[in-house]
């Protein structure tokens, strides 16, 4: 008998061919709307294997229905939406996919910063708006890229690859991270330095580290009080890891220069967030990793995990976790 997935969402026809020659698949085949919960607790029951995204919130209660479920494949390098710890007490196998996205994610990044450090959406809009009368010496000026000191807060796979492109244009890089990274002080020239350090010394502050209960909230207002007048916030990684309502009050005091954001806490975030009303954000709708290539790779990734678990494998993107 085939094994039983659910698969959340419409993904890459590559992946759901991959997939469907083996299982039994049943699929939420839209676009742009999330999986209903009542859709998502009546499929789990019957499900072997589950291919989720990053909008799917796997908890406790939703595993404890699914009684023949043996693996998630999440199709996103982060996991913070599955209870790690429900599905290692069942015995579920978790995995994600990274490695694939980083590239491309770090490009976003890299596109973040140049885009909130020359107003790069300000002044496009300016001149759409019939705004721009004639050249002029300080119209629309911002902040240098080019030999400012980057921070990067958790150096993993996508930090590093970030710090490769901050090379080229000659940035002195500062990282702070659960452990040190020889390599990347080595190959890259990263000097490591504590949360306080980094957060006084940087222009530009970039998060990218994974989200979980110690991240929540780890950039509030001490820690935006402690950035220079002139600095940017970069958020590529979550937006829980940011407190929002801080943020919006440094940028509108102008205790910081401006952030560039591809994610919020809550996803889509309301077109009359606060922080929308802002001249000085820079705002994407989480779009990192998406490049059509890196996008199809991913959803490759995952489907090759899911398989390689259902045939009762040990996939290469096990999540880890520890009791
Ligand atoms: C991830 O993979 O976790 C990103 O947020 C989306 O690519």
């Known amino acids: 008998m085939k094994p039983k997935v659910f698969i959340t969402r419409k993904i890459p026809e590559e992946a759901l061919k991959k997939i469907s020659r083996s299982c039994e698949v049943s699929i939420w085949d839209k676009e742009d709307v999330p999986v209903p919960r009542e859709v998502l607790e009546r499929e789990i029951v019957n499900a072997d294997g589950l291919y989720s995204l990053l909008t799917d919130n796997i908890d406790d209660e939703l595993m404890e229905r699914a009684e023949n479920l043996k693996v998630i494949s999440n199709m996103a390098v982060g996991y913070n939406n599955i209870d790690l710890e429900a599905a290692a007490k069942r015995g579920i196998m978790v995995t994600n996919t990274p490695g694939v996205l980083t590239e491309t994610t770090a490009d976003l990044t890299f596109a973040l910063i140049l885009a909130a450090a020359r107003r790069l959406f300000e ?35 996508i930090g590093e690859a970030v710090a490769r492109r901050a090379k080229g244009f000659n940035m002195k890089i500062l990282y702070h991270n659960r452990k040190r990274r020889p390599e990347a002080e080595k190959e890259l020239g990263a000097v490591y330095v504590d949360m ?19 991240t929540h909230g780890l950039i509030g207002e001490k820690e935006l009080q402690l950035m220079k007048k002139t600095a940017i916030l970069i958020n590529t990684a979550r937006g829980g890891i940011v407190n929002e309502d801080a943020l919006y009050k440094a940028l509108k005091n102008g205790d910081i220069y401006a952030a560039g954001l591809d994610v919020f806490e809550n996803e889509p975030v309301p077109t009359d967030h606060p922080l929308l009303t802002l001249p000085n ?23 090759e995990n899911l398989l390689l678990a259902l045939d009762g494998k040990v996939p290469p993107n096990l999540v880890p976790y520890q009791i």
């Open 196 to 214: 306080e350090t980094l957060l006084k010394e940087s222009d530009f502050v970039c998060i990218m580290t994974p989200y979980t209960p110690e």
């Open 123 to 157: 002044a496009s809009d300016f001149l759409r708006r019939g705004e721009w009368k004639t050249w002029s010496p300080m119209l629309l000026t911002g902040q240098d890229v080019y030999g400012a000191t980057l921070g990067i807060i958790g150096m993993g796979r």
């Open 281 to 303: 954000v820079v705002a994407l709708p989480h779009i990192g990793s998406a490049s059509r290539k890196t996008r199809i790779t991913m959803a490759n990734l995952a489907a």
